[in-house]
């Protein structure tokens, strides 16, 4: 029985039937952009993740950019972010001319480590965009102390951390305003691209409401300098039935998870997820560690079994990043990341037995 890294079937197929008749609205309706489907989506992502203001917009990359853009934030400003992320982050930093600067995460969580940030924040910091990696929810109490401290906005990248919480709060309800994703292999995903900003602030809230829709609050009155960054109502529509489903699939990827620690503790030289105390962990990916990562890849895959490197190239070592154009001192464990981590299979609907059949497959391996 082969096992691939990602399978979306058995989820989508127990929403079919809603999803289809989401879509038969959508389109009798004849509103395709900016109606009541995406009112009503931002209305109840709000209300279950527990903040003020949802704003749906294109995708995980542009809420990141629009967050900044509403904090004014760009060229001559720094924004401190985890030198292990998805390359979106330092995109976001990029694309409104500001400069991203590079921290290390903890080599226990991956997650941006509170201890080091102090000693990036120069005159020329504005913000930390702290990422809640493979769906741990980051150090937030601390983070935000830091931000007090400094005076600093906190712009959190929620793209992979749906309805984690650290120390009983939602990621995405912490900083000043937040992105998030809803790329189809998200937790929450759309059937295309989407995303949305999140802020308990009224007035952020509005500014990107605004900065989304060509900088328009009024048709063809336009008062900034906006873009097209909307998410249209056929996804908002698909978002909602999923929605519905988002905390029940949050419990079974922790299953999921809790079947691999148990079947893989002890083996090998195996380093497997580690939980902070005050965090929970919404298991977007299971991602472990070994030396031997790419023996055990290509073991995995003669035996039908799917895997995939979450991140293979750390964003200092990007060709789009040439010599000066990020900040950072060490990225020792960025890099030893990059060289060790790999991502199992996890999915809604995944079973026990193939839980099993991928755990005998790595114990066969180090067994071996």
């Not at 937790?187 to 809230?205: M, Q």
């Not at 900040?327 to 991502?343: C, D, H, N, P």
Request: proline share 4%.
């Amino acid at each position: 029985m082969n096992i691939p890294f990602l399978d979306m079937a058995p989820m989508h197929k127990s929403v079919q039937a809603d999803m289809q008749a989401a879509f038969e609205k959508v389109y009798n309706s004849n509103w395709f952009v900016m109606g009541g489907q995406l009112k009503g989506f931002e209305t109840e992502y709000s209300q279950l993740t527990k903040v003020n203001h949802t704003v749906g917009v294109s995708n995980g990359l542009d809420s990141l950019i629009i967050a900044l853009r509403v904090l004014e934030i760009g060229p001559g400003d720094e924004v401190i972010i985890p030198s292990n992320t998805y390359i979106a982050t330092a995109l976001a930093v990029s694309a409104v001319g500001a400069m991203p600067v590079l921290v290390e995460p903890s080599i226990v969580t991956y997650n941006l480590n509170p201890a080091l940030i102090e000693e990036a924040i120069t005159p020329s910091t504005k913000a930390i965009m702290p990422v809640h990696l493979y769906g741990q929810a980051c150090e937030m109490d601390a983070i935000m102390r830091i931000a007090k401290r400094h005076n600093l906005f906190v712009v959190e990248d929620n793209a992979q951390a749906h309805l984690a919480a650290y120390n009983s709060v939602y990621t995405g309800s912490f900083g000043d305003i937040n992105g998030v994703s809803f790329y189809p292999g998200k937790n929450l995903g759309a059937l295309g691209d989407g995303g949305a900003i999140t802020t308990n602030n009224d007035e952020l809230a509005q500014k990107a409401e605004i900065y989304r829709n060509y900088g328009s609050a009024k048709k063809y009155y336009n008062d900034v300098l906006g873009a097209n960054m909307r998410l249209d109502e056929m996804q908002a529509a698909f978002l909602r039935v999923k929605l519905k489903h988002l905390e029940q699939w949050t419990e079974e990827r922790r299953t999921i998870a809790s079947w691999y620690n148990q079947q893989l503790a002890g083996v090998g030289d195996l380093i497997l997820p580690t939980l902070h105390p005050k965090a929970t962990h919404s298991y977007h990916l299971y991602v472990i560690r070994t030396e031997r990562r790419q023996a055990l890849q290509d073991h995995l895959t003669q035996s039908g079994i799917g895997s995939l490197i979450h991140y293979p190239v750390p964003i200092h070592e990007q060709k789009a990043y040439p010599k000066g154009s990020l900040k950072y001192s060490s990225m020792k464990i960025a890099t030893e990341l990059a060289q060790t981590v790999v991502s199992l299979p996890l999915w809604v609907g995944m079973t026990q037995d193939q839980v099993s059949q991928v755990s005998n497959s790595i114990k066969e391996f180090f067994k071996g």
